[in-house]
């Protein structure tokens, strides 16, 4: 992604697990890429910069997160007005390293989301989910989201 976000772009490479970080830095430094920032988030909070994202690419990651309301609701603020959130996952139960969209669409809605598209991916298994996510103002109060039947 860095020739397409050009140099003037920034991408911001996160994970939570510390040995991905150290590979990412490393792999970052042999190719020189000069607009990858690495960084480390938390498992309920990317901690990322207030309105600093255009866009949030989750890539065949979803599954894996243990607090995803939590998540989604830490990641408004660090979007941009207009911004978009991509999630690519495949078609299986979480417990096979995807997530069902009827629970993707779930949890993403009980935290304001709004759904744009949703289409499989030529060729796989997986497929790319885009959402608009609310406003500060206007996600909903932590108590008041309400948890999706499924399993996880």
């Given at each position: 992604?860095?020739?397409i976000?050009?140099?003037?772009g920034?991408i911001?490479?996160?994970?939570i697990v510390?040995n991905?970080?150290?590979?990412?830095r490393?792999r970052?430094r042999?190719?020189?890429?000069q607009?990858?920032?690495?960084?480390r988030?938390?498992?309920?909070?990317?901690?990322l910069?207030?309105?600093?994202?255009d866009?949030?690419?989750l890539?065949?990651?979803?599954?894996e997160v243990?607090q995803?309301y939590a998540?989604?609701y830490?990641?408004?603020p660090?979007?941009?007005p207009e911004?978009?959130?991509?999630?690519?996952?495949?078609f299986?139960?979480t417990?096979k390293?995807?997530t069902p969209?009827n629970?993707?669409?779930?949890?993403?809605?009980?935290?304001?989301?709004?759904e744009?598209?949703f289409d499989?991916?030529?060729?796989?298994?997986?497929?790319l989910?885009?959402?608009?996510?609310?406003?500060?103002a206007?996600?909903?109060r932590?108590?008041a989201?309400?948890?999706?039947?499924g399993?996880?």
């Amino acid at each position: 992604m860095s020739p397409i976000v050009g140099p003037n772009g920034r991408i911001i490479a996160e994970d939570i697990v510390p040995n991905y970080l150290q590979s990412l830095r490393k792999r970052v430094r042999d190719l020189g890429l000069q607009n990858i920032v690495v960084s480390r988030g938390e498992a309920h909070d990317p901690r990322l910069p207030a309105d600093s994202v255009d866009i949030a690419i989750l890539v065949h990651m979803y599954h894996e997160v243990e607090q995803p309301y939590a998540l989604l609701y830490n990641l408004i603020p660090a979007l941009k007005p207009e911004a978009r959130v991509g999630i690519v996952d495949a078609f299986a139960p979480t417990s096979k390293h995807g997530t069902p969209p009827n629970l993707l669409r779930c949890e993403l809605a009980a935290v304001g989301y709004r759904e744009i598209s949703f289409d499989r991916l030529i060729g796989s298994d997986a497929y790319l989910a885009i959402f608009a996510p609310p406003s500060v103002a206007s996600r909903p109060r932590p108590d008041a989201i309400v948890a999706c039947k499924g399993a996880r």
